[in-house]
């Protein structure tokens, strides 16, 4: 194309308006799948379950050579992690866990001090793109409360909640508490709201859940988030860990906790009461196998990057409310080949219902395994880091 | 010239000439490597003096330019409002006045300052009683094989790692605070007693007792060598002009130690402004201000350790840079209170025949 001659100058405009034209289509076209016309998209793309068993095994492939994991983070996902890392089958690679909280996983991750960050909560859309929030299993939270003499369950909805933690409501026999529980006996016990001190994945789902269920909640202006600012009221304790939630909750008369479904059994054994929660549907559920089942199952579309809110369905009529995904927080670009065939290989293990998602693994803890639209979502994560 | 030399001459004997204490003068060579060895030991004990004084300043500089754009964010609100808030950091960061922040976030440390006094103060008021009556016991009345042990179980236990002493005090102290102690405790008519308290024990009072339970070893064995150090001299003069026992301690011992005592005081002071993982153990941990005596709170050292992790998750950066402000705002008031007991001491000093207890 010569430019002094004035065809091949309008040749070159025509051919730089057309590239101009196709980029912006191009582009607008991307922000519409990402805007939600991937419903469509997505739909035809979930795999049946015979091709993610097949994805995910050729994903199990370990690494020769020794190699050493670490993992930090999330104190609800460690009771699964720490018997993971005893009988993951190769045991070429070594894996380190620790209970240090969802904010530290975070931290551990972005700074590249761990291999594998746990959080029950996904990182903000403002880090950095190369960490992955990869979502490997099921997981809930339930409300503990410790007022003996209650028989059964006394229900909870958001706004009841929000008011305990406000100081709006100070005793368990209160109107408001006695309105959702007609003819149960609750004795007069003072309310003492029990939060995490350190960064916790638990207190954003208790957060998004409070966000979902109450709009006048005390996380309304600044949405859930790993810390929040709670309110000040005098008889109210900070904790460290669900294991420091439930050992004072455990002493403490009067006190509701935000506890992960993976200490429910030594919450009950403890002598503490979960709550029926209300859920999306007004209807109140206590966490279990099929609750927790029905929740997940009505979130059809899994974005690309794995994060989404799975708190408060609007449609599951049955469902436990305060359900979550445990992530994997992982570096795209790993420093050697080795680490990142062992990390894949881990956490594809983890995924799988024959090796870490077997039932003997879940179910003492309350968890369950990815559902399959999920389960695609973190396979192609997964297939990605190098 | 061979004569007995004065007094005044053993005091202060009169400079001598190097060359002249030696056998045969040195070779230049010797003479040059000897003059090397002495800047050498002199360069290296500047530098080593001037390390100290480096590190302190370059310490506050570090800080104050990591803190700036939260200083500059957060205004004098800082030390008025006690809401830690982060803000919504999954709604993406924006601007004001320079500073990239979450939409939302408001940082204000009164209530940690509030807990970070109050805790020290109340560590003090216990613990400094109790410290100096066990050096009194120790250095007057005990006998001595008796008063060495002790003593010595004493030593041991100021070097208790702070960790250990707050997880005693979770799992042990606290709880039996919350059933023996408080129950007596709230029926005091006073307004700090009112209000009620929680069955784990944790909060303001619990956090202060600790915090006394690490102080209280440094300031007794401090006082007790400062006790030790006294003439026996003028005790007995003391006693010989007729005084009882305890007269003879408050005009003599006591007036010699006061200074010390001061000064191990401001120690033990510093040691409780600066206590991190006991206070953050025993304390609840919630940021707020304590409505009474029992109630949770926490202090500036305790809230950056447990917020450091997921400040580092905020992709704007600034509650890190808040956490820094606060660290900066706890450096500061361990030099003011470290500054104003020197000027203490270095006041009452003045007055003191000999300089024993004294420089602390």
């Known amino acids: 194309m010569q430019l002094s001659n004035p065809a091949g100058r309008r040749l070159l405009g025509r051919s730089l308006s057309a590239a101009l034209v196709g980029t912006l289509a191009c582009s607008a076209l991307s922000t519409a799948a990402f805007a939600g016309t991937a419903k469509v998209t997505e739909a035809h793309k979930v795999p049946t379950a015979a091709q993610l068993k097949k994805s995910l095994t050729a994903l199990e492939a370990a690494p020769s050579g020794s190699v050493k994991l670490s993992e930090t983070g999330s104190s609800l996902f460690y009771p699964l992690f720490s018997v993971w890392a005893q009988r993951y089958p190769h045991s070429n690679v070594s894996i380190q866990t620790a209970s240090t909280g969802s904010g530290t996983g975070q931290s551990g991750a972005l700074a590249g001090t761990a291999s594998i960050g746990a959080s029950d909560a996904y990182l903000p859309a403002g880090d950095p793109s190369t960490l992955l929030n990869v979502p490997i299993v099921v997981s809930a939270q339930q409300i503990n409360y410790n007022v003996p003499g209650v028989k059964g369950h006394i229900k909870l909805n958001a706004s009841v909640i929000n008011s305990m933690y406000t100081g709006a409501i100070t005793n368990w026999d209160d109107p408001a508490v006695k309105k959702l529980n007609p003819g149960l006996q609750i004795p007069p016990t003072p309310v003492v709201p029990i939060h995490r001190s350190d960064g916790s994945g638990d207190t954003f789902l208790f957060s998004s859940y409070l966000a979902a269920g109450d709009p006048g909640s005390f996380v309304a202006s ?106 994997a927080i992982v570096q795209q670009h790993q420093p050697d080949p080795a680490t990142a065939k062992a990390i894949v290989a881990l956490l594809a293990w983890g995924m799988d219902s024959k090796g870490g998602a077997a039932p003997g693994f879940l179910l003492p803890i309350n968890f369950q395994p990815l559902p399959a639209n999920a389960e695609a979502v973190a396979i192609n994560q997964l297939k990605s880091i190098s | ?336 209170v470290n500054i104003v007991a020197r000027m203490l001491t270095r006041r009452a000093a003045r007055g003191a025949a000999l300089p024993v207890g004294a420089g602390f």
């Open chain 2, 1 to 336: 010239m061979t004569d007995a030399p004065l007094e005044g001459e053993l005091l202060s004997p009169a400079p001598r000439a190097p060359e002249t204490a030696v056998a045969a003068p040195p070779g230049a060579f010797r003479r040059r490597a000897l003059a090397a060895g002495q800047h050498l030991l002199g360069g290296g004990s500047t530098v080593a003096a001037v390390v100290p004084l480096f590190a302190l300043l370059g310490m506050l500089a570090i800080l104050f330019s990591e803190a700036l754009p939260a200083i500059r964010y957060n205004g004098w609100g800082f030390f008025s409002s006690n809401a830690w808030v982060p803000g919504n950091t999954y709604a993406g960061s924006v601007r004001t006045g320079g500073v990239l922040h979450p939409l939302g976030a408001h940082y204000g440390a009164a209530a940690l300052i509030t807990g970070t006094i109050e805790s020290s103060v109340i560590a003090l008021v216990v613990g400094l009683p109790i410290a100096v009556g066990a050096a009194i016991l120790l250095v007057e009345r005990l006998p001595r094989r008796l008063a060495a042990g002790i003593g010595l179980c004493l030593e041991l236990l100021a070097g208790v790692p702070s960790a250990v002493i707050g997880l005693w005090g979770v799992l042990s102290f606290g709880p039996w605070l919350a059933h023996h102690l408080y129950p007596a405790l709230s029926h005091i008519p006073l307004g700090i007693f009112r209000g009620g308290y929680n069955s784990a024990g944790q909060g303001l009072l619990a956090g202060g007792l600790v915090l006394a339970a690490m102080i209280i070893p440094i300031i007794a064995a401090t006082t007790r060598d400062l006790l030790r150090q006294v003439p026996d001299v003028t005790k007995e003069g003391a006693l010989a002009l007729g005084m009882t026992e305890t007269e003879a301690f408050f005009a003599v011992q006591a007036r010699w130690v006061r200074v010390g005592v001061i000064g191990a005081a401001v120690l033990g002071l510093g040691r409780a402004l600066g206590e991190t993982i006991a206070i953050a153990l025993v304390s609840g941990s919630a940021i707020q201000y304590a409505g009474n005596i029992f109630s949770a709170m926490t202090t500036i050292a305790a809230t950056m350790v447990s917020q450091l992790d997921a400040a580092q998750a905020d992709p704007s950066g600034l509650e890190v840079k808040a956490l820094a402000e606060c660290a900066l705002v706890l450096l500061v008031i361990t030099l003011v």
């Open chain 1, 222 to 327: 600044t949405g859930p988030n790993t810390t929040v600012n709670w309110p000040d009221v005098s008889s109210a304790l900070a904790e460290k860990g669900n294991t420091g939630m439930l050992q004072t909750c455990a002493v403490t008369h009067g006190c509701i906790a935000y506890i992960g479904v993976s200490y429910l059994r030594n919450a009950i054994a403890s002598g503490l009461g979960y709550a029926a929660v209300e859920n999306g549907k007004h209807n109140y559920e206590l966490p279990g196998k099929g609750s927790i089942a029905a929740e997940i199952a009505s979130y059809k579309n899994i974005p690309a990057n794995g994060t989404i809110s799975l708190i408060d369905s609007p449609k599951a009529a049955a469902g436990y409310p305060i359900v979550n995904f445990e992530y």
